[in-house]
Structures are given as C-alpha cells and as structure tokens.
C-alpha cells in the first residue's frame, strides 16, 4: 500500500511557476513508476508527466515539454513537479499517481493523490 500526498499547488498569474510535491509513504518508493496527471474541469484525466523508478527515463505531454521538469528523490520517497511558464491552459486539478508497470493511462497507475488544484489567471 501506497498513500501519496501532493502540495504545491496555488494560485499563480499567467508566466509564473509553481513547484509540486508528492510525498509517498512506505518502503517501496523506489519501485514504482511516477506520474503526474491533471484534471481540468469537465475534461477527462491527463498525463502530464511520468519518471521511471530510478529517473533515467521521463515523459513529458506535447503540451508542457520545455516547461515542465518532472524529477524525484528515492531518498525521500517525493517526486516533484517544477512548472514555469504558466498559461491559464494549465489550469487544473494535479494529482501524483503511482503505478507498478507504467504507462500514460489512468488504468496503468495503481495508487493517487487526493489532487491540488493548480489555477492561472490571465
């Protein structure tokens, strides 16, 4: 069992940046795949982010390259989430998920975060 608990999330005007945390419980950290997802209203759930358990390999969303930098510390189980540049695009509910296989779908991930809600003023 997993618990993943996010923070970070505000609000921020339109070229600004936030910076998100997903602290995870547990011993297994390590050995998940980590994914940051986000919700906007009356849209389906998204991919923003993913990194492989020991971060030689990440995904970004077409959307987001160049500004988003997802990273993690096994050490202390937290996987983050820097976003510069904000647009009102990226407003939205973020959730850090956690899933045993990978991927880019909801289905693929295991376990989530209660969400933070990211919001960006024009």
């Known amino acids: 069992q997993v618990q993943l608990v996010e923070s970070g999330g505000g609000l921020v005007q339109a070229g600004g940046s936030l910076r998100l945390s997903c602290a995870a419980s547990?011993?297994?950290?390590?050995?998940?795949?980590m994914g940051w997802f986000r919700q906007a209203s009356g849209k389906e759930r998204e991919c923003v982010a993913a990194?492989?358990?020991?971060?030689?390999?990440?995904y970004y969303r077409d959307s987001v390259k160049g500004r988003f930098t997802i990273s993690r510390d096994n050490a202390k189980n937290t996987v983050y989430l820097q976003m510069n540049s904000l647009t009102p695009e990226d407003t939205a509910v973020y959730y850090c998920?956690?899933?045993?296989?990978?991927?880019?779908?909801?289905?693929?991930?295991?376990?989530w975060g209660q969400g933070t809600q990211v919001t960006v003023s024009s």
């Open positions: 998920a956690a899933s045993r296989t990978g991927g880019l779908r909801t289905e693929h991930y295991d376990y």
């Open positions: 547990g011993r297994t950290f390590d050995t998940y795949v």
């Open positions: 990194i492989r358990q020991t971060a030689v390999s990440t």
